[in-house]
């Protein structure tokens, strides 16, 4: 067995995001993976350490994080303007996430499935809530690093992304909108 899942998450670095936009510079599913690792950790302890809510373990999160989109190696990055374009776009496409996974996952010696298991198929309800506010985090900084760019091209997902952030209720998130985004404006002499 040639254990082809550790070279295929290392071509995560060639595949782009943000297809259908005309980008200022590229992001690559690697490099969004790891923001958004870092956002959910972050996430995780301002829950814990700041506000002293419960919730899962910060470390969890953000490998559960890192390979949230790891079924992108095989599928690719599907622009969301098609993959939330109706119920039935979105759920085919959840079928084939999860086969996608799944095949990844048979890579892997049997011994080591379970243990990358729920972190591919997006399959811990603890994490999963913390891991989608810091992917929409991660792109609606992407969105601001395009607009600080000048490119206008991200108003409009801009918007969308912020929209979607205020709508799910997060106290942590809502703690780092409110306390870290602004830094993520400013160029290198500012921070």
């Given amino acids: 067995m040639a254990n082809e899942f550790y070279a295929l998450l ?3 670095r060639y595949i782009t995001r943000w297809g259908l936009m005309r980008n200022s510079f590229s992001e690559t599913l690697s490099e ?11 996430l995780a302890l301002i829950r814990r350490e700041i506000l002293h809510l419960e919730g899962p373990d910060p470390d969890r ?4 994080a890192l390979y949230h989109d790891a079924s992108e190696i095989l599928t690719g990055d599907l622009p969301t303007p098609i993959k939330y374009y109706n119920p039935e776009i979105k759920t085919a496409y959840k079928e084939v996430e999860r086969i996608a996974g799944n095949r990844l996952l048979d890579m892997l010696p049997p011994e ?7 972190d591919v198929l997006e399959a811990d309800p603890e994490l999963e809530p913390i891991v989608k506010a810091a992917d929409k985090l991660s792109a609606h900084i992407k969105c601001l690093e395009e607009q600080k760019a000048g490119n206008t091209e991200f108003d409009s997902a ?3 992304t912020w929209d979607a952030m205020k709508t799910m209720n997060r106290p942590e998130l809502d703690w780092f909108l409110n306390f870290s985004l602004g830094a993520f404006q400013l160029n290198l002499d500012q921070l």
Avoid: P
């Fill in 10 to 12: 290392g071509r995560m």
């Fill in 32 to 42: 969004h993976s790891y923001m958004t690792a870092v956002l959910a950790h972050a």
């Fill in 61 to 64: 999160c953000a490998v559960a």
């Fill in 112 to 118: 080591l499935r379970k243990c990358y298991e729920s």
């Fill in 158 to 160: 801009a918007r969308q």
